[in-house]
Structures are given as C-alpha cells and as structure tokens.
C-alpha cells in the first residue's frame, strides 16, 4: 500500500530537549516536504526536499533540520524545541509528475 | 513571493445546498500548480486535485467542480448537492512549476453541511 508514514503520533516533551519526528514514503518520490499546521494559519511549509541530498527552506524553517540521507527517509530534527513549536505537523511527498501530494496521518507535537 | 487567499474562513450550509470555496492567489511565476485539499474532522489530508496553470478547462468529478480563471488569479471549487460527509476543512494551494515542492497553502475554509 502507497503511503507516508510519521513516527511519533504524538509527543510531548520539555523545552530544549532535542527531538526527532522521523517519515518515511514506500512510493520512491523524489521530493518529500514537512509542513506544520496551526489554528487559523493554515499548512506553512518549514523544508522541502528536492532528491537526497538536496533540500531548502520553506516558509518557516527556524528552529528546524532535515536531512535527507535516503529517497525514502526524511526525518525533521527540533535541537531545541521551545513551546511556541507546539503544533500539528505532516510530512508529505509528491508523486510522479507532481500529480498528487500524499501526506502522512500527522505528528501532534506540544512542548511545555 | 506566493500567497493563496482563501477569504472565507467558514461556511455553512444544509444539506443539498451547492456552495462554492473561493480561493485567489498570487505569484510572479507565468506556470504553476493549483491544488485543493479535504481535512475532515478525522485530520488526515486528502488531495481532490491538481490543476496547471496553462490548461484552463474546468474539471468536474462527481458532485465537486473546479473553476479555474488565471485573468482573475482564482481557483474556485463548488460542492453540488452536498452531504453532511463534506464537512471539513479545504485548502488551497500553490506550487512552483519549475520546482513543485515548493507550496504555499491558504489558510482554509471551514465548512459545516448542516442535515
């Protein structure tokens, strides 16, 4: 079955210990994105990632690493995760001739 | 820089009712790609569809209809006959041609179909 998965589904931690939300796509898509959603703010894209190796900021990329070691793998990093991080976040990639944009079920992350 | 407008931020209407989300964009680029997406209540993210900038048809699927206007910079998407299942939350959106993992989403309309 085609998807995006994103490990954890939810997560609380503390202010400044460092956390990884890891995705994963079986569907061998080049470009893969993370995205986090607030009340009223709609998606805002914090990095995207053109093939491995290659990736480059969104919209609201501060506070935030990738990486993109594999074509499947594209983990989002918080080195030190402050509360107003505390969000709803999805990882996504983009299919064959950018037809459709499959997003994983979310990270629901709060940091007190 | 791109922006995708969606002004309406909720919508309610009874079942049956057609209503239509409207959404305006800018961006400098001549080619990109529109997109719509469904949150239901459930949360996950649902593409409905994907349209390219230089191909103006309309596109109609079932009950959900695209109208797509570039002299107008809008990407409206109207809900024909609807049902209760399409409450949700919609967004629109907009990528880069030249490099589609760039988007830009609007900031959603709610809609509530009433029975």
Redesign the interface.
Known sequence: EAQVTQNPRYLITVTGKKLTVTCSQNMNHEYMSWYRQDPGLGLRQIYYSMNVEVTDKGDVPEGYKVSRKEKRNFPLILESPSPNQTSLYFCASLGKHYNEQFFGPGTRLTVL | AQKVT?AQ?EISVVEKEDVTLDCVYETRDTTY?L?W?KQPPS???V?LI?RNSFDEQNEISGRYSWNFQKSTSSFNFTITASQVVDSAVY?C?L?EYT??????????TTLTVKP
């Not at chain 2, 490099?99 to 959603?108: E, L, P, Q, V």
């Open positions: 969606q931020t790609y997109f997406y949360g996950e993210l593409f994907r967004f959106a990528s490099n589609a993992g760039k988007s830009t989403f609007g900031d959603g």
